[in-house]
């Protein structure tokens, strides 16, 4: 017997992936850190976090990666968030190149998480 | 002195603008001031290390005000003139990159050449980031002339020289030997 009733599931999983590179992201290290992020998203994640809380250092290099991966997240329909690091010097950097305006800045991992 | 000059060597700035190489030791000359010169390969491996020479240098001879600030801008600076060596005038094939840096104890201006023999650049042909957009490119040279006070560079046929300046915010000022 047919009662009419019934309810419909939609389980969205957003997959969402942490990546926190620890020490100097710079140069010499762009590299390894750009293989990485892509060998992430090429596993079908479109949700980045970027956290550089633990980032001393950070170079035009480094910050073109960062660019790089917002725009992959994009173009999958997907963002990308970024943790403003801890040192002070960095953080200016981010506001003085505009970053922090490219970017949706968080303050915490749990902080951007939330917020997809 | 013969052969090539070790790191601790010492040579006059003015010399190295006009053309005077540092392995030609003959024309080098001791001076009594707070300047340094560090030569490293033109490696990414290696190009931290004139950043670190800058903070090294001011460390211990200056109390800056904001000194976490200002060291990390001048390393920073400093940074991406390396890179901008390796990636532009020796497009990874390797060389010599050279330092030189000096600290007025009167006008307390820094002044930091950095020298190559590769190809030549125009600083002018880099155009302006477009700031608060998705770029990835153009960051580099930007960053060196928010950093720093004065920007220059000069091609020759001996070489190119980046001539940076900064005038150090500092509290107080004890230059060694000077």
Redo the contacts between chains.
């Keep these: 017997m047919d009662s009419g009733f019934s309810v419909a599931i939609k389980e969205d999983i957003k997959r969402i992936v942490t990546i926190a590179p620890q020490g100097r992201l710079d140069a010499l290290r762009t590299g390894e850190f750009r293989q990485q992020v892509q060998s992430i998203l090429d596993t079908g994640v479109k949700h980045l976090v970027l956290d550089l809380s633990e980032t001393p250092f950070l170079d035009s290099a480094g910050m073109a990666v960062l660019v790089t991966a917002l725009k992959r997240c994009r173009e999958r329909d997907g963002d990308a968030r970024l943790i403003w690091p801890r040192a002070e010097p960095v953080r200016r950097i981010l506001a003085l190149t505009k970053f922090d305006r490219v970017f949706e800045m968080k303050n915490s991992v749990e902080e951007a998480l939330a917020s997809f | 002195m013969n052969g090539q000059p070790d790191v601790g060597f010492i040579m006059q700035i003015d010399q190295l603008d006009s053309g005077t190489r540092c392995g030609a030791t003959a024309h080098c000359t001791v001076v009594p001031s707070a300047t340094v010169m560090l030569e490293i390969p033109a490696d990414?491996?290696y190009?931290?290390m004139l950043g670190r020479c800058i903070c090294a240098l001011l460390e211990n001879n200056c109390e800056l005000e904001e000194p976490?600030?200002t060291l990390?801008?001048l390393?920073?600076a400093v940074?991406?003139v390396g890179?901008n060596i390796?990636n532009h005038a020796y497009a990874h094939t390797g060389g010599r990159i050279q330092l030189y840096a000096t600290v007025d104890s009167q006008s307390l201006q820094l002044t930091i050449l950095l020298h190559d023999i590769g190809n030549s650049f125009d600083p002018e042909a880099v155009p302006y980031?477009r700031?608060?957009?998705?770029?990835?490119?153009g960051?580099?040279l930007?960053?060196v002339r928010?950093l720093m006070d004065e920007v220059t560079y000069k091609a020759s046929p001996t070489g190119n020289t980046w001539k940076l300046i900064k005038y150090l915010p500092v509290k107080t000022i004890d230059l060694k030997g000077k």
Excluded: R
């Design positions: 990414l491996a190009v931290h976490d600030i990390y801008n390393e920073l940074q991406e890179v390796i980031p700031l608060g957009e998705l770029q990835e490119h960051f580099g930007f960053l928010q």
